[in-house]
């Protein structure tokens, strides 16, 4: 299973909150390889939210099937679905920082919580706190940075249990532009380093300056996937 | 698991009781009523059957003889009543021992009795059964024997004995189950605070693959505490206060035989910490059951 290329699958899904006539995913094909780098872009409420959950199993499809490495992840054991969830990292638009907690716990965190040895815990966050740039800041508390900052102590949470896959949810939905093209550059690095990364987002200009793989979504539909696409003339004016 | 975790969910679980500040304070103040009072209704009833089983060692029966019978028949009564199947003792005081006995408790007063003339008492047996439970049967067997006058033993206070340890357990256990409904109630809200207060954190805790005893653990102890600490109040004030009433009872109703501290209050205090603690687990697996599901 290992050398297989393709790390999720999605087969038709569909999903529909509360019996909702219209679907938040709607009869939904996409294939995702290791390693690749994918936007997911689309108008508000087109289902991007939706998806990522589907993928990480906060959700499940009301039809169609999921898989994840080759497992179906609606038959996922309590126990198989921890080991599935400690695979992804997440990164959210409101950064979803424990404000009590330093820079260094609240990375340490992710590690402490599933049980990681110590000395693991030692090694491993300062490396993820300098791929991220913020070597130095380890004692300061999430209050005391700025939002691009708060962001890299998010992605730093995410990476630092070397996950197979990145899903960002809007990274830099909070940011200015500049901010957001930085944060954009860390994903792309952390992606060269074999990470898959898909990224949920508005920012259009940079999803066109990337020239990663675009998939599109609209009404819960995928209506466009471009290889080194951009993110679509309609809704360049938003 | 690790260490580690423990020391995590200790830590937590001590720094929620201090923030939930007032919820705590009424938590571990409704555990400790009520261990109170069911320390208080386990120490009466103890010494309630304590003294029960006293004074039924002390109850008997006192059947007085007919004036005219001559000794040789009151030796004869004397026979038969020790063959009853319920006589465990069968002990003769005559007129003149029970005069006696009437001088040495009021002195002066029944001073000019003396004399078999004027002796106004009669011959007696005291008679002692196998079961005390079986004495009002008893008196009514020995009434009928020929040549007993009358038949005397302490009616009420023998059948009150027996039926106030039942009434008594019955109110207490009514009372405290209440009581113990409303602690863990109380409990369970308090852990809900927690549950709220750190909502963000258990969803993060999710969303980074912690298991969902990883998040259980520190809202347990959480409970557990409480439960503890509402405990410890009432354990240590009952040591006090039942060790101050023995010493207390046996210099001024020394008639009224008490269960010693020694022998009731180490097991007393085992109990009131198990069930608070056991109070304090039910109440926050109760407000997590409903709350935590990852
Ligand atoms: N938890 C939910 N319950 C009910 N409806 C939801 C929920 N989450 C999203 N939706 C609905 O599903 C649709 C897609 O939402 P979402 O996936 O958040 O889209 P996007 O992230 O692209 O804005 C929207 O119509 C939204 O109102
Ligand atoms: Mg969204």
């Not at chain 1, 949810?169 to 994903?187: H, K, S």
């Not at chain 1, 990224?199 to 995928?222: F, Q, Y």
């Not at chain 2, 993060?204 to 259980?216: D, L, N, P, Q, S």
């Not at chain 2, 023995?246 to 180490?266: D, E, Q």
């Amino acid at each position: 299973m290992r050398g297989e290329l393709t790390l999720i699958e999605l087969k038709r899904v569909s999903k529909s909150y509360n019996n909702c006539a219209q679907p938040a995913v709607a009869n939904l094909s996409l294939q995702v390889n290791r390693g690749e780098f994918v936007f997911l872009v689309g108008p508000s409420g087109a289902g991007k939210s939706t998806l990522i959950k589907l993928v990480f199993r906060e959700q499940t499809p009301s039809s169609g099937q999921i898989t994840f490495e080759g497992r179906d992840l609606s038959r996922l054991k309590q126990k198989e679905l921890l080991r599935h969830r400690r695979r992804i990292g997440m990164v959210f638009q409101d950064y979803r920082l424990l404000k009590q907690k330093t820079v260094y716990e609240n990375v340490a965190f992710a590690l402490e919580v599933i049980g990681r040895p110590a000395k693991e815990i030692r090694r491993k966050v300062p490396a993820a706190l300098a791929e991220v740039g913020l070597t130095g800041k380890e004692k300061a508390f999430p209050a005391e940075l700025s939002g691009g900052e708060q962001q890299r102590v998010g992605i730093a949470r995410a990476i630092v249990k070397d996950p197979l896959i990145v899903l960002a949810d809007e990274p830099t939905g909070n940011l200015d532009r500049n901010n957001a093209l930085q944060l954009m550059e860390l994903f792309e690095t952390i992606n060269r380093s074999g990470t898959t990364v898909i990224i949920a987002t508005h920012a259009w200009d940079l999803v066109d300056r990337m020239k990663k793989r675009v998939v599109a979504m609209e009404n819960g539909c995928l209506i466009r996937d471009e290889q080194r696409g951009s993110y679509g003339n309609e809704h360049v004016s938003t | 698991m690790l260490i580690r975790n423990w020391l995590h969910y200790i830590r937590e679980a001590f720094s929620s009781v201090y923030r939930n500040g007032w919820m705590s304070f009424a938590s571990i103040g409704v555990v400790a009523v009520t261990l109170f009072i069911l320390g208080s209704f386990i120490l009466l009833n103890i010494n309630v059957e304590y003294i029960a089983e006293d004074v039924k060692q002390q109850v008997e029966i006192v059947a007085f003889v007919e004036e005219s019978l001559a000794a040789d028949e009151v030796d004869l009564l004397r026979v038969s009543l020790i063959r009853m199947e319920k006589v465990e003792e069968v002990r003769f005081v005559s007129r003149e021992d029970a005069l006696e006995r009437l001088k040495e408790e009021f002195g002066p007063l029944v001073e000019g009795f003396e004399g078999r003339e004027r002796n106004p008492l009669r011959d007696s047996f005291e008679i002692r059964a196998i079961i005390p439970e079986d004495i009002p049967a008893l008196a009514k067997e020995v009434a009928e024997l020929p040549g007993i006058a009358r038949v005397d033993y302490g009616r009420g206070v023998v059948e009150q004995l027996f039926s106030i340890t039942g009434v008594v357990r019955l109110i207490g256990i009514a009372f405290m189950i209440g009581l113990a409904l409303t602690a863990m109630f109380l409990i369970a809200n308090t852990i809900k605070l927690t549950v709220n207060a750190r909502a963000k954190e258990i969803m993060i805790m999710k969303y980074v693959g912690a298991t969902e005893w990883f998040v259980r653990w520190p809202f347990l102890i959480e409970g557990v505490l409480l439960g503890f600490f509402g405990a410890l109040l009432p354990t240590v004030l009952l040591m006090l206060v039942y060790s101050e009433a023995v010493a207390w009872t046996s210099l001024n109703l020394h008639f009224l035989p008490l269960v010693s501290p020694g022998m009731v209050i180490m097991e007393l205090a085992q109990l009131l910490l198990v069930l608070g603690t056991v109070i304090g687990g039910i109440g926050s697996l109760v407000s997590m059951r409903r709350f935590l599901k990852v």
